[in-house]
Structure formats: C-alpha cells, structure tokens
C-alpha cells in the first residue's frame, strides 16, 4: 500500500497556483472566443451555425426540396460535427430562421420558429427546415476544393474551416457574442448596398470610410427602424466601435374627434410584448399624459401598435415622452469584433470588405483551378479512349 502510495506521489507535479490558473483560464478564453462566440471574417458565422448549414447541405436539404424534422438536423449535427448538447443547436438553427433576428434568413423554417413578441419556438419535434435560397450560396462551390477541411471532433468526420459564402454574410446579417473578455456586436446592413460597396471599393481599393458610407448609408434592421444622426455611426465604420440610436417609425394619422399614433417598426432585438407593457405601465403610473388607448393591431402583413391620444393632446410631446422612457428609441452599440486567421480583431468597415474580398478571390481561384484540372483529366482520358 506504502509502496503505491510513494509511486503516486512522485508523479506528482508540483506547480504555482497563480501560473496554472494564469494558463487554464487563457485556453479556456481562447477555446470560447474561436469555437464558440465570435464569428469568422471570410464567411460571418460561428462554428455551430457553419456546421449546421453543412450538416444541411451534406443531405441535400436545398431550397427546392421538401422540408425535413428539424430534430433529425440536430441530431445529425450534434452526432457528427458539434458534441455540445442538442438545444444550442437548435436554438442557433432558430435564430438562422426567423426574419426578425436575420436580415436574409440562413434557414427556412415550417412550424412555429418563434416571434417578434418574445415567443419561444416549438420543441424540435414539430418543426422542420431546409436551407433558405440564398443559404445555398453560403455553400456554393464548397466541393469544388474552394476551402480547407479539418477532421471533426472524433476524427470520423471532415468538416470545412470556412464556407466559400458566395454573399457577405457578415456585413448582410451581422453577428452577436459573448466571448471571455469581449463581445461581438455587428449589425446586419442591406444586400444590395453591401454590394455595391464592394464593387465601389474593387474601383478604387483606396476608398475611405466616408466614401464607402456613400454606398451603405448604415445597418438596415431586419425589424426597421430610424438611425438618428451619422456621428456615431461614422466612427463605428472607421474605428469598429461606435453607439447609434435607434428610433420606432411611425405615423400620426387624423380622426374626426381622435390623434392616433400608428408604429409601424420597432428598434432591433425589443421585445414587442414587453414594450407594448412598458407603454401600459407608463400610462398607468401617470409618467405620460394623454393617452386614452393602446392597441396591438398586427398581423402577418405587418406591425401596428395603435396608440390613441386623447383631445387636444400635442403628439409631438407625447411621442418625446414615449422615446424617453420606453422602448421606442434604443442604442445600439456597434463592436465589430470577427476572427482573422484565428484571431479576434476589431474591424473598419472597410476591413470587413477587404477580408471578405480577399477570401472571394481564394474562392474563385481555387474553383477555377479545380475545374481547369477537371477538364485536363477528361481531356487525358478521351485521348487514351480514341487510341
């Protein structure tokens, strides 16, 4: 037993607290920040949200087939490429899906995938999805040699580092995560400005952030919104960081004997319900006056809250009261934090397009370059066929 006792205790290492703590805590920072919370910069998304579109596109689950049970994706996902437990998958697939969360949904979902009131989305039992339209340009080309695989968890499995995203899906639908020691917070901007942006930038790789601004005049809200001012906005795009304020859109519409407040979009990522709540609780406790009826009128064309003011109140006033102490005007602060080459940078606008270009170029050399020995090899083996 002694004996035993005393081979034990020479295997043994002594080691300084601080040191080892030091240590584990920076790999365990660094495993967060790469595998789990912040996007990459060539294809703007997480490894568990690549990994499901992979998992996707390996069973054929494209836009122009049927639906398939969201549970057999998760499924598939976690056993092959993301060992983490189903609901982190199914929550990151929900997320992809709904229209209010993403500017260009990744996954198109059938069933209940959740609400802008707050609603959670049905258990993975009942709901199904394929990959959205525009999600079959994430991985376009990807078995065409375009990107590096790596062996998945087990090494049963390969599983591509990057996909070719064929679209800006950084910039488009942006990213959100906490990581140990920093945060991601990008917002998503308009497809069509983002590319022309691009085009712009490829014209003259010397452009600046203003002229740049020229083309994406700033985030495009998958729920809309008013951005006020441009300050805020401009050293977001030049620096990475920056706070803008966002405003509800809304119309005052004339009755014969009522003033009603009509909004029609709300700031991104508030809660209807809970701000049509707050209204009510602002009213009740007499923090704004004037208000005789709250209304929530939407439906699937769209959002109406309907606030009804009483006579010979100014809704001018009443509309400054509700940005000041609701929802109705929010901040939202922009950190443009992405992986580079493994590592967390804060980006520039205009570094987010450079990256992103940079990787399309590597993309479309690589396709070609496959192709082109595609077409050697059939080119040999026709002429050994006539001899």
């Known amino acids: 037993m002694s004996e ?23 790999n365990y920072a660094m495993s967060v920040i790469v595998s789990r919370a ?23 689950m494209y836009a122009n087939t049927a639906h398939k049970k969201s549970a057999r994706i998760v499924g ?41 009131d ?25 078995d065409k040699n375009t990107v590096n695989f790596v062996d998945n968890y087990d090494g049963s499995e390969r599983e591509p580092q990057v996909l070719p995203s064929r679209y800006p899906n950084l910039l488009v639908n942006g990213s959100t995560g906490i990581a140990v020691g920093m945060a991601t917070n990008i917002p998503p901007h308009n497809l069509g400005e983002v590319i022309d942006a691009i085009f712009a930038y490829l014209d003259n790789p010397d452009i600046t952030v203003l ?37 509800a859109q809304h119309e005052i519409v004339e009755t014969k004997n009522r003033t009603e407040l009509i909004i029609t979009e709300i700031p991104y990522q508030v ?9 009510a609780e602002v009213v009740k406790n007499k923090i704004i006056e004037g208000i005789s009826d709250l209304r929530d009128e939407s439906n699937r ?28 005007q929010t901040s939202f602060g922009i950190n443009m934090i992405a992986l580079v080459d493994g590592q967390p940078r804060l980006l520039s606008l205009k570094d987010a397009l450079t990256h992103y270009i940079a990787h399309q170029i590597e993309i479309i050399t690589r396709r070609t370059q496959f192709d082109l020995e595609k077409l050697k090899l059939d080119a040999y083996i026709r002429a050994l066929v006539k001899l």
Request: net charge positive; aromatic share 6%.
């Open 76 to 116: 598939d996902v976690m056993g092959k490429y993301h060992p983490h437990g189903d609901s982190s998958i199914y929550d990151a697939m929900v997320r992809m899906a709904q229209p209010f969360s993403y500017r260009k949904p990744l996954v198109d979902g059938h069933g209940n995938f959740g609400s802008v």
């Open 38 to 60: 912040l996007p990459n910069a060539k294809d703007g998304l997480k490894p568990v949200q690549r990994r499901i579109l992979y998992g996707m596109h390996e069973n054929n």
């Open 301 to 328: 064309k769209g959002m109406r809250i309907v606030i009804e003011l009483r006579k010979d109140t100014n809704p001018s006033v009443t509309l400054n009261n509700l940005y000041k102490h609701t929802q109705l």
């Open 211 to 247: 002229e740049l601004m020229q083309y994406m005049k700033g985030p495009d809200f998958p729920t809309g919104g008013q951005i006020l001012g441009i300050t805020g906005l401009r050293q977001a795009y030049e620096t990475g960081k920056g706070i803008i304020a966002v405003r």
């Open 118 to 142: 707050g609603d959670g989305a049905a258990a993975m039992r009942y709901t199904e999805a394929r990959l959205s339209k525009i999600a079959g340009e994430m991985v376009r080309d990807i």
């Open 271 to 279: 809660n209807k319900t809970t701000l049509i709540e707050r209204i």
């Open 4 to 26: 035993n006792t005393d081979k034990l205790h020479d295997k043994i290492k002594e080691v300084n607290i601080t040191s080892e703590m030091k240590t584990s805590f920076l």
